[in-house]
């Protein structure tokens, strides 16, 4: 049984340490910002990450549920924030510093991959950033498939996330497992009938008991 547990993992603060759910812990990507591409990045985090006046969620919320795209919301931002340059620069230089990959957790995830689990990844992108993820840091080498918010059009906190995952992988031999450093989305799985592990650490992982079996079987 436990030889073929369904392990999903987060990306930001799990796999890649960037954003984490604790502000003591986060890695900012854009600490040159202002140097580099004379970009403010108070003022960009604001434009992409605050919600609008009237209510609703933020630009970038909205493209992590699929509902648009980040190049048009750059193209008309960008200018406006001082940046001169193309969008696709932009990107390049956003995502390359945002794919600190943690060794330590990928090191892990292959030592039970080699016990027989069965890895995923469940994260909130949209859909350029989750591409990105996906082939340059080479998660795909290490990860069966990557179920993103903006592909699924369901936010990580909402158990139909999960729901959505288990009708498209088909039924699992147990309940699987989803690692994630957010207690919110941990209940939510666990509304969906999943397991989950509110990850800060390896050791947090390697603690929980049908992984401890795995690794010591």
């Known amino acids: ?25 986060r ?4 600490t040159t910002l202002r140097r580099d591409l004379g970009i403010d990045p108070e003022a960009l985090s604001r434009a992409l990450f605050q919600p609008p006046p009237g209510g609703g969620p933020a630009p970038i919320d909205r ?27 932009f990107l390049d230089y956003w995502f390359s510093r945002d794919a600190a990959v943690n060794s330590d957790v990928l090191a892990l995830s292959r030592r039970l991959r080699a016990r027989g689990a069965q890895l995923y990844i469940a994260t909130a992108q949209e859909r350029r950033r989750a591409g990105y993820l996906w082939q340059t840091p080479g998660f795909s080498r290490d990860f069966t498939r990557m179920f993103h918010t903006a592909a699924l059009g369901l936010p990580k ?22 690692v994630d450093d957010r207690a919110e989305v941990c209940a939510a799985a666990r509304a969906a009938g999943w397991e989950a592990c509110l990850f800060d650490a390896p050791a947090d992982l390697v603690g929980h008991p049908r992984v401890a079996a795995l690794l010591a079987g």
């Open 1 to 25: 049984m436990t030889a073929r547990l369904r392990i999903f993992f987060d990306v930001d603060g799990v796999l890649i340490d960037g954003w984490h759910a604790r502000p003591e812990r």
């Open 27 to 30: 890695r900012r990507w854009d």
């Open 63 to 89: 493209c992590s549920l699929g509902e648009g795209e980040i190049e048009p919301l750059l193209e008309a931002l960008l200018p406006a924030l001082g940046y001169g340059g193309g969008v696709e620069s």
């Open 157 to 178: 906190r909402d158990p139909a996330f999960f729901r959505a995952i288990d009708t498209l992988l088909g039924p699992a031999a147990a309940p699987p497992l989803m």
